[in-house]
T-cell receptor, first 113, second 111 residues
Framework: LAKTTQPISMDSYEGQEVNITCSHN???????ITWYQQFPSQGPRFIIQGYKTKVTNEVASLFIPADRKSSTLSLPRVSLSDTAVYYCLVGEGFSGGYNKLIFGAGTRLAVHP | KAGVTQTPRYLIKTRGQQVTLSCSPI?????VSWYQQTPGQGLQFLFE???????NKGNFPGRFSGRQFSNSRSEMNVSTLELGDSALYLC??????????FGPGTRLTVT
């Protein structure tokens, strides 16, 4: 399974755009990149998933360069409620021998007023 | 669509006892995974069930076991509880791929 590396913590202010970069040098051909958000004492919440280039939904954008060795989660105009831990994961899709996603330490984002 | 539900939400047990946690996946989801989360170790994968069969297993002792029923509901059992088993136990479901949807968790405290 590809190991991921992301910053331990980040600080931002309300209204700013936040970009969290994740490194996954050993990503495999079948691996997808998935980001989760977790608030204290709650289960992680799926944010976005992608394979290559750019993916956008109502919550965030995910930028993946051509070599797929890194990815960047972009949160537009953050608010105090975006203060959470963000996990970047890579893992294979279903293939009969499903390899589980391994959660790293995540990035603790603190949004200040 | 209703999300993943877990019961109970909070539990206090004594060392040496056993505990059973329950998880109901999102309707139509056939894969259920269990995770343990502690401040020191973070989120750790316990096991995954798909169509009533254990498909993947993490690196936990045999005291941790699980099962899945024909309606995809899953239970996790921990026997001979230890203080270090105090944690947030999370259940996640998915159709079959790698997009998992997590429940709120069960907070287990072992005294």
């Amino acid at each position: 399974l590809a190991k991921t590396t992301q910053p331990i913590s980040m600080d931002s202010y309300e209204g700013q755009e936040v970009n969290i970069t994740c490194s996954h040098n050993n990503i495999a051909t079948n691996d997808y990149i998935t980001w989760y958000q977790q608030f204290p004492s709650q289960g992680p919440r799926f944010i976005i998933q992608g394979y290559k280039t750019k993916v956008t939904n109502e919550v965030a954008s995910l930028f993946i360069p051509a070599d797929r060795k890194s990815s960047t989660l972009s949160l537009p105009r953050v608010s105090l409620s975006d203060t959470a831990v963000y996990y970047c994961l890579v893992g294979e899709g279903f293939s009969g021998g499903y390899n589980k996603l391994i959660f790293g330490a995540g990035t603790r984002l603190a949004v200040h007023p | 669509k209703a999300g993943v539900t877990q019961t109970p939400r909070y539990l206090i047990k004594t060392r040496g006892q056993q505990v059973t946690l329950s998880c109901s996946p999102i309707s139509g989801h056939r894969s259920v995974s269990w995770y343990q989360q502690t401040p020191g170790q973070g989120l750790q994968f316990l096991f995954e069930y798909f169509s009533e069969t254990q498909r993947n297993k993490g690196n936990f002792p045999g005291r941790f076991s699980g099962r899945q029923f024909s309606n995809s509901r899953s239970e996790m059992n921990v026997s001979t509880l230890e203080l270090g088993d105090s944690a947030l136990y999370l259940c996640a479901s998915s159709l079959a791929g790698n997009t998992e949807y997590f429940g709120p968790g069960t907070r287990l405290t072992v005294t």
